[in-house]
């Protein structure tokens, strides 16, 4: 007898500035660390935002030097937990309403609804659980042998082409059912849908 399995019907959503009004990665970073090292963190980050701006950095190279800066040699467990907070307390007044209303009108259709984001996992994920994502896709960070994190990405920065090599890679698809994006950085996975919406509620 022969099995038929089902591909799920795929919908990809960006998060910043798709279900966000704005940024979170230093929404985030203000959230897990205290004022005074936020702000020497910060001082220390604007040559590298500056060259970024310039376009003398790329994002990739940027975002791993922000990174760096502010958080290697932090311990995973308590970040965490400072990030299922952030998930709960954080993260709800920046969600466009109409964006969620869109997210939950896939979900009741049955779709399998993935998270695609070149911010940090670490975040995203307690937050993705908390609203029933099927997956998350996004930029994970790694860790030495004593739990504290190293101050580098794991995963490629999961921006721009990385949306669908990581979609591609995880699925084994070519082409998707929708996806939502609202940036440069969204082209080629908006270019895998059957249905891309860029910026639809903007």
Not at 22 to 46: D, I, K
Not at 178 to 199: I, N
Request: charged fraction near 20%.
């Amino acid at each position: 007898m022969t099995v038929i399995v089902k591909q799920p019907t795929i919908v990809a959503f960006d998060f910043d500035g798709t279900l966000t009004r704005g940024e979170s990665f230093f929404h985030f970073l203000w959230f897990v660390t205290p004022w005074w090292r936020f702000a020497w963190c910060f001082l220390r980050c604007v040559p590298v935002l500056a060259a970024y701006v310039a376009r003398l950095m790329s994002n990739d190279r940027a975002k791993a030097r922000v990174i760096s800066i502010f958080l290697r040699g932090q311990s995973r467990e308590k970040l965490e937990q400072l990030s299922r907070d952030f998930a709960s307390k954080g993260i709800p007044k920046s969600l466009r309403p109409e964006a969620m209303a869109r997210l939950r009108h896939h979900q009741k259709q049955g779709h399998h609804c993935v998270l695609v984001s070149a911010t940090l996992a670490l975040y995203l994920r307690p937050w993705a659980e908390l609203h029933e994502f099927e997956h998350v896709i996004a930029t994970e960070l790694a860790c030495d042998g004593q739990g504290r994190l190293t101050g580098v990405m794991s995963t490629p920065n999961c921006y721009g082409p990385q949306k669908a090599v990581r979609l591609k890679a995880h699925f084994g698809v070519d082409h998707i059912f929708a996806a939502y994006g609202d940036s440069s950085g969204d082209t080629e996975m908006l270019a895998m849908a059957e249905q891309p919406f860029y910026r639809p509620w903007h």
